[in-house]
């Protein structure tokens, strides 16, 4: 083990366990949550850019035995999505999708972008466009992720 690593791996888990500014208290301590996606996606889309995806379910509420999610989501579901700068891999911003009844589609969409040290946002005005795009995965109540694909 390179001497450093220990120095790298103290100084990753301070940045998961620190509280960062602007985000809302129901979101915070997100990547300790279940990762959806099992590497980085780097695959273009409506939100281009390496991405991590995450939820606030465990695997065994989020998904059946047949590796299909258990949709649709129950209210209080939230998928939080990294957008991250290419080059540096930098979190630039979060676009949350917040499940607010168990009926089918029925989320609340905001999205925080990077300011400083923290984040800066909160409930998306035109969730229609969210809303529109999103109707392609209808069959998983709206989202296109799926659990522990490339």
């Not at 985000?23 to 850019?49: C, D, F, M």
Request: net charge positive; glycine share 10%; aromatic share 10%.
């Amino acid at each position: 083990m390179k001497a450093w690593m220990p120095v790298l791996v103290l100084a990753i888990v301070g940045i998961v366990s620190a509280k960062v500014a602007g985000l809302p208290e129901k979101y915070q301590g997100y990547t300790g949550w279940t990762r959806a996606n099992v590497a980085k996606i780097t695959a273009a889309g409506a939100h281009p850019s390496a991405k991590d995806v995450y939820v606030n379910l465990t695997a065994d509420k989020l998904v059946g035995t047949d590796g299909k999610y258990k949709a649709p989501f129950a209210a209080g579901t939230v998928f939080i999505k990294e957008r991250m700068d290419p080059d540096t891999l930098s979190v630039t911003t979060l676009y949350v999708m917040e499940k607010k009844s168990a009926r089918e589609g029925d989320w609340e969409w905001s999205v925080f972008e990077r300011d400083g040290n923290g984040f800066k946002g909160g409930v998306f005005a035109n969730a229609a466009m969210c809303t529109g795009c999103h109707q392609e995965a209808k069959a998983s109540d709206l989202v296109f992720t799926q659990f522990g694909k490339r």
